[in-house]
């Protein structure tokens, strides 16, 4: 087995690929890896009307879409960073849930060159987002625990390991 540490390419580049305008464009007639709340409001805006599935459909139990990490030793792993992060992340949720359209303007004043057309089908996928932010940031160990055996069981952990200890911070309360 290889580590991806362990490679050292000559030459870095950055690989895009534009998943709309494959499916834009009728490149191809199925994607993996759009976002259900993002790429469908997009395509709609270019007249492409999708479908998707929920994982969950196909046995994959519940698992969080995003996770923090940071490398150990480093300044972000310390728990007071941890700490600050974690409590201004949820102060920015509490906010998008609470004031949706005013976070959304607070995103379009950071972003002035967007299109009419772009800020459409953003605000059409950000109504679908926000209510699915997180109410707090703790890590349930019921969510992860069999998740993780999922993974294990499909094949997708090949060797097993302790993931409860990749949880080296639980917010303070």
């Not at 000559?10 to 976002?35: E, H, P, Q, R, Y």
Request: some cysteine; hydrophobic content about 40%.
């Amino acid at each position: 087995d290889y580590l991806l540490r362990d490679i050292a390419p000559a030459k870095k580049c950055n690989v895009n690929i534009d998943l709309v305008t494959a499916m834009g464009t009728k490149s191809v007639d199925f994607i993996f890896g759009g976002f259900w709340n993002i790429e469908p409001a997009q395509l709609r805006s270019l007249g492409v009307e999708t479908g998707y599935f929920e994982f969950k459909e196909f046995g994959v139990p519940n698992y969080y879409e995003m996770i923090i990490l940071a490398n150990d030793h480093s300044p972000q792993s310390e728990p007071d960073f941890i700490n600050r992060f974690q409590r201004a992340l949820q102060k920015s949720i509490d906010f998008c849930k609470t004031h949706p359209l005013e976070a959304f303007q607070a995103y379009l004043q950071s972003n002035p060159d967007k299109r009419r057309k772009t800020i459409t089908w953003e605000l059409e996928a950000w109504e679908t987002t926000y209510p699915l932010l997180a109410d707090n940031q703790t890590i349930e160990l019921e969510v992860l625990d069999p998740f993780y055996h999922w993974l294990a069981d499909e094949g997708f952990v090949s060797k097993p390991f302790d993931f409860q200890s990749l949880i080296s911070h639980q917010p303070q309360t």
